[in-house]
Structure formats: structure tokens, C-alpha cells
């Protein structure tokens, strides 16, 4: 099993907030930590036009996290493909590439905020030939990136098996859900030709390590306002089969309950348990979420000191089902 | 005058870390039209003081997606970006509505913008998308220093009064509490002195050098050139005067382990 951390969206918010370049300097900060503690990799998010300043162009704060390590590597999770030019961002997935030996890694995603495409003058309904022509761009550019793609729709995840593209899984999606997913993806990848290796499955986790009682009510508190804060940019889960919508606009509650729902969060030994389970479920590369709405810098290095010192290790040589 | 260097493409995190440590008040960041914003944060981390100018080029990209990539820089590097806009290809007025489109973007003001090339907000996703949208983040600056540069940039730096990045001594304006300048040293000590003095006398604030072998122009350049033009009339016996010998320790002192 692979570990990484995130998702860092470099916000200044409503109930938790900074300077903007306090949140670009924490970055650094966290990425050394992680960089010193063996982590594999830091995973970064996008969005636009957001109060908070959440951050709009990932390239540019790979850029700062790659100079600044070693050994991790750095993922997008998601970059919003439909918004970048797919010869810009080629160019630049190759400098990041080539710069720092090889760690950087690109996750595109659709968007779904309408004020996003509409501020960049990008019709919806263009958005999947977009990313296609993104992932032509980078792939014809710099074939050697591993290339993530999110989505929770088991033909989306089966096609990126069968092109060879990992996939990274949301956090509020439950186990069951991600068990359907990571099959899908394998039943892609096989029905391929098999002339490439097999792309990874990552999930982004609710985790953190903790034996006492006041801070797993702070975490979960974290962990809920974490949730608001995507229902303030409109996001929701749909319906997929057996697995209940996730529905932050209609059902604001039910759905944070919901998402809050997955988190595993105990004494290392439980938290041993919950991963294990993960891996069980198909999953290669755990993405901690602990980057969170509320969550201190102090807190987030003391659960990736945690991670890394106490869990880690007992869960290294576990293969994905 | 103060007296900045040209990074080279490839190099830009390595020769601004070099050009911050022999004092040059500034790194032009040029890697591309597509890349500067990327090659900028590598320079950024790798320095703490000195300004980045960023050749922005018009046309290359979304003004809106030029803005934020700026922006987040700024924030990157604790607001020491410069932005020198570059007009690339356009002509005048396209030049002239890219750069309006990016500068609106880049203030704390909700942005609106009904051009020829761009509308903003686009109007795209029905009657519920609002009228103006906010870029963000916002830069760290009040306001992003913008130098123009390009083959329309006289008459874009006449119709905005932004400065205009002179190649040419006799461009030099000296109205401007900011007069940016870029040249090519020689490699020669007497010739190069010549040079950036003839700058500063037409009234340059800052100029830009590049230099075919800059890893040894550097200490040329903090050694003789800056002080050159640091004040008039730079005493010949501080010019002339032998450069005393390094220290051969480390370049930071580390405190012993106690009880050692």
C-alpha cells in the first residue's frame, strides 16, 4: 500500500481563517514534513472564483511543493481539466516532470460549477472533449506521467482501467461504494491488452489517529465543516446502484452524516484495521484527508507524524484485493 | 539604478538563487509563453527577497487563467511579482483588451468584462449565472507591478501609462517614478561598466541584464556593476580597490553540540 496526504486547497475561509500566503507558506511547511516522514505523495485541489481563494492553478503550486522536497511526489486531485489549455498545460506537466525527476502526477476531473465554466467562457457541454484533449496534449507531450482521473460512475472508472489511467476516489464515498468502483477499474484494465501496468486505485480516507475522546469530537466536527464547505460550492454525490445519493444541496444533514460516516478514527491499531479493509476493498494507494476545514497546522502534523510513525509501517507490504 | 539579471530557460530557480545572493533586485523569468507562471514558483521558493518579473504573454492563454496563475504566484513568494506583459502577437487592440481583461482580474473588485475576444462572465450556463465573477486569490500586493514589452507595447504603454520596458537608452523616459530596462552584457568590465552607466544616465531605474556566461557575470555584476550605478559619482578607490578573501568556513555558522 501507498500513502499520501491532502487534499491541500490553500483556502483562507469563513471559520478558519489566514492569509492567503500563510496558507501557500503551511504548504511548503507540510510538504517537508511529509517529505521527511516517507510519505509517497501530496495531493492538491482546484477550484475558481471562490470566496475563500481556493487555489485555481495547481501547476503553479506544484511547482513550490516539488522545489522544496526531495522524495514526494505531487498530484493534482482533481485539476479541472476543462479549464486549462490542453498545449498549456502539456507544457507545463512537462516542466513540473522534468524539473523534479519524475514526481509530479496529473488527476483531471470535469468541474461541475457552473460559475467556473462560465467564467472561462467554456460551454458544459464541452467539458469531456476538453479533458480528452488534455489528456491527448499531456499524453503526446510526456507520455511517462501517471495520468488520475475521478469519478464515481463504474463506466467512467472501467474506461480509465482500460486506458491505463488510475482513478482517485472521493473520501465521502462509503466502502461499498469504492469496492464497486475498484472492480470496475480492474474489469476495465483486464479487458485491455495488458500492454501497460496496472494503473493504481487511490481513495482519499477520512482518517486520524486519535485515543482521546475531546479531539475525535474536534475531528468529526472538522471532518463535517470539511463537507459543508464542498455543499457551498455545490457538490453532490448521485445515486449508483445500491450505494444512496449524497445530496449536500437537498438533503444538507442526511448527507454530511453521511460522508462524516466513513471516517475511521481511533488508536493506531484501529486505524490498522480500517485501512486494512480499504486495501480489502481493491484500493493500492490510501490519500489521508486530513487537510481539513478546522484542523490546525499543529494538529495536521502531529496525525502525519501519527500516520506515518504508527500505522504506516503495518501496512506496507499489504497488496490491494 | 538598480540592476536585475535575465534567467536562463531551465535554469530560472538556480540563477535566481544565485542572482538573489549577489544582489540583483530582481530575476526576469522567462521560460516560455506557456510556462512562467510554473518556472516562477521554482524561482520563488528557491529565494526569499528578491522581485520576479514574470514575462506574461498576451494571447497565450485565457487573461482570466493569466491572472490567477499571477496571483497565486504572488501569494507563493509573499508579493514579489512584477508582471511584464508581453504583447505577443496581438495587435493594438487586442493587446489592449487582453491587458484591461488581466488587470481587472487581478484587483478585489467583481469583474466584468464585454469585449471583442472575451466576455466575462460568459453567459454560458442559463439565467441563474451571475453578472460579474471574483478572481481569487487575490495578489499579496495592493497591485501587481506591470511593466508592457511586445512590438504594440509604446502604444499600449500610451494608452494605460504603464511603463514601458525600454531596449534602447533613447526610449528611456525620465517622467516615470519607473523606468524598466534590458540590455546584454558583453562580458568586457570596462565596456559593461560603460553600458550600465549610459543606462542609468538616460534614466533607467531598472535594468535587466543578461549575460552569454552568467554564472561568471554575477560576480562581475554585484562586484562592479551594481555598485556602478548605486549612487553618482561611485568612488574610484571602492571601484578599484582589491576584493578581500572569503572566509574558508562554512557558509553558516552552526552552533557546536553542548558539552563539545
Known sequence: MRFGAGLWCLQSTATMPRHPATAYRELLEDARVMDRLGYDSLWLSEHHFFYDGYCPSLPTAAASVLEVTENLRVATGMLLAPMRGPEKLAEETALLHERSGGRFELGVALGYRDIEFDGKGVPRKERVQRRKDVLHAVHDRVPEVPVWLGSALPEAVERAGRHAHGVLFSGANPLSLVRDLAAAHRRGYESSDGSRPRPRVAALRNVWVTEDAKERAAVLDWFRASYVLYAGLGWSVPQRGQTAAMDFRAELDKALDDAVDTAIIGSAEEVIDGLAEVAAAGVDDVVFRVVVEGAPQAAVHEVLHRLAEEVMPALREVEAA | ?260
Open chain 2, 1 to 260: 539604478m538598480r540592476i536585475g539579471i535575465r534567467t536562463r530557460p531551465g535554469r530560472e530557480a538556480a540563477d535566481a538563487r544565485s542572482g538573489e545572493q549577489h544582489a540583483a533586485f530582481g530575476v526576469l523569468i522567462e521560460p516560455g509563453p506557456l510556462t512562467a507562471a510554473v518556472a516562477g514558483a521554482m524561482a520563488a521558493t528557491a529565494t526569499e527577497v528578491t522581485r520576479l518579473i514574470v514575462r506574461t504573454v498576451l494571447g497565450a492563454d485565457h487573461p482570466v487563467t493569466l491572472a490567477e496563475d499571477l496571483a497565486v504566484l504572488d501569494n507563493i513568494s509573499g508579493g514579489r511579482v512584477v508582471a511584464l506583459v508581453d504583447t505577443g502577437t496581438l495587435d493594438p487592440a487586442a493587446a489592449q483588451e487582453e491587458l484591461s481583461l488581466l488587470l481587472a482580474a487581478l484587483t478585489p473588485r467583481p469583474v466584468q468584462h464585454r469585449g471583442i475576444r472575451w466576455q466575462v462572465p460568459a453567459g454560458l450556463e442559463g439565467h441563474e449565472a451571475p453578472e460579474r465573477i471574483e478572481v481569487t486569490p487575490k495578489p499579496v500586493q495592493l497591485e501587481i507591478p506591470t511593466w508592457v514589452t511586445g512590438e504594440v507595447a509604446p502604444q499600449l504603454g500610451a494608452h494605460t501609462d504603464l511603463p514601458v520596458l525600454a531596449e534602447d537608452p533613447a526610449a528611456c523616459d525620465r517622467r516615470r517614478r519607473v523606468q524598466p530596462a534590458i540590455a546584454q552584457l558583453s562580458g568586457d568590465r570596462e565596456a559593461d561598466r560603460e553600458l550600465v552607466s549610459r543606462w542609468s544616465d538616460a534614466g533607467a531605474t531598472h535594468l535587466l541584464v543578461g549575460a552569454e556566461d552568467l554564472d561568471t557575470a554575477l560576480p562581475e555584476i554585484s562586484r562592479y556593476l551594481i555598485p556602478e550605478v548605486a549612487m553618482p559619482l561611485f568612488p574610484r578607490v571602492v571601484a578599484e580597490a582589491m576584493t578581500p578573501r572569503g572566509w574558508p568556513g562554512p557558509a553558516r555558522y552552526v552552533d557546536p553540540p553542548a558539552g563539545a
